[in-house]
């Protein structure tokens, strides 16, 4: 059975500066995506980023980019210039491409993120 | 942009009582999917529904649960008899490759 593991239940960073967020993952198989959701107070989840297994470039949107490193199945997020509505949880998941998209997604226990002024 | 939309936003409700969460997907999806995320804690997968019929489901959902496609347009989860544990946040999702998650439905369970 495939796992998210984030370790890091809490990290907190100043407004302006850069900030990692960890994640790994266990798994067999060799074709996935894997995610990085944002839920802010509201509790609406919103896609950050994804990244296709296949593909050994990292994925980037804007500030957030991650390191994928797929033989140490580890998953990390890097939010750079934080800012304030940056605060938000933060949640890996993992989604198995094993018998076509219609996977479930499985979700890491998420970090809670706080941006300081 | 389209977007996944569901009502109510919050559902208050006596132990007992059967509740009825709604969800319109996108229109061109066909894959749909709820979860459940308890206060405080992670996001888990119920069920996920593709040709009319549960594709996969997780032990969480039981014989009180059930999922229907009633007029092509919603997408409904039904709990027939609620317990105190099954307050959660309840996400709907659809997809056709990429999941969108609609703003859930805070259910209460007193």
């Known amino acids: 059975a495939q796992t998210v593991t984030q370790s890091q239940p809490e990290m907190s960073v100043q407004e302006a500066e850069t900030v990692t967020l960890s994640c790994t993952y266990d798994t067999s198989e060799n074709n996935y995506y894997l995610f990085w959701y944002k839920q802010p107070p509201s509790r609406q989840m919103i896609l950050v980023i994804r990244?296709?297994?296949?593909?050994?470039q990292n994925a980037t949107e804007n500030r957030f980019s991650v390191n994928f490193q797929k033989a140490a199945k580890s998953f990390s997020l890097k939010i750079s210039d934080s800012q304030l509505g940056d605060t938000a949880m933060y949640f890996c998941?993992?989604?198995?491409?094993?018998?076509?998209?219609?996977?479930?997604?499985?979700f890491g226990k998420g970090t809670k993120l706080s941006v300081k002024p | 942009e389209p977007e996944v939309t569901q009502t109510p936003s919050h559902q208050v409700t006596q132990m007992g009582q059967e509740v009825i969460l709604r969800c319109v997907p996108i229109?061109?999806?066909?894959?749909f999917y709820w979860y459940r995320q308890i206060l405080g804690q992670k996001v888990e997968f119920l069920v996920s529904f593709y040709n009319n019929e549960i594709s996969e489901k997780s032990e969480i959902f039981d014989d009180q649960f059930s999922v229907e496609r009633p007029d092509g347009s919603n997408f409904t989860l039904k709990i027939r008899s609620t317990k105190l544990e099954d307050s959660a946040m309840y996400f709907c999702?659809?997809?056709?490759?990429?999941?969108?998650f609609g703003p859930g439905t805070r259910l209460t369970v007193l």
């Open positions: 999702a659809s997809s056709n490759n990429e999941q969108f």
């Open positions: 229109s061109n999806h066909l894959y």
């Open positions: 990244q296709e297994a296949y593909k050994q």
């Open positions: 998941a993992f989604i198995s491409l094993y018998g076509g998209s219609q996977g479930n997604l499985i």
